[in-house]
């Protein structure tokens, strides 16, 4: 989570989305013989550039 700030509803909902969007992938490359680990680069595009870190903390949770 974001750098031991205290999350509000709002950010915790888009952890939570972000969480299981990643998921998805993960199941999808893997279902290919590959998974996120191999993900060289992705192109995310947020609503808000403040989530970015909420964001970033999904993925490296990984």
């Known amino acids: 989570m974001p750098h031991?700030?205290?999350l509000g509803a709002r950010d915790i909902?888009?952890?939570l989305q972000d969480e299981w969007v990643l998921a998805r992938l993960d199941v999808a490359?893997?279902?290919v013989g590959s998974?996120?680990?191999r993900v060289f680069?992705?192109?995310v595009f947020l609503?808000?550039?403040n989530d970015?870190?909420?964001l970033d903390d999904?993925?490296?949770a990984l």
Do not use: V
């Open 4 to 6: 031991g700030n205290a």
């Open 13 to 15: 909902h888009i952890h």
């Open 29 to 31: 490359l893997r279902k």
């Open 35 to 37: 998974d996120l680990a």
């Open 41 to 43: 680069n992705a192109q």
């Open 47 to 49: 609503t808000d550039l």
């Open 52 to 54: 970015f870190a909420i």
């Open 58 to 60: 999904a993925w490296r």
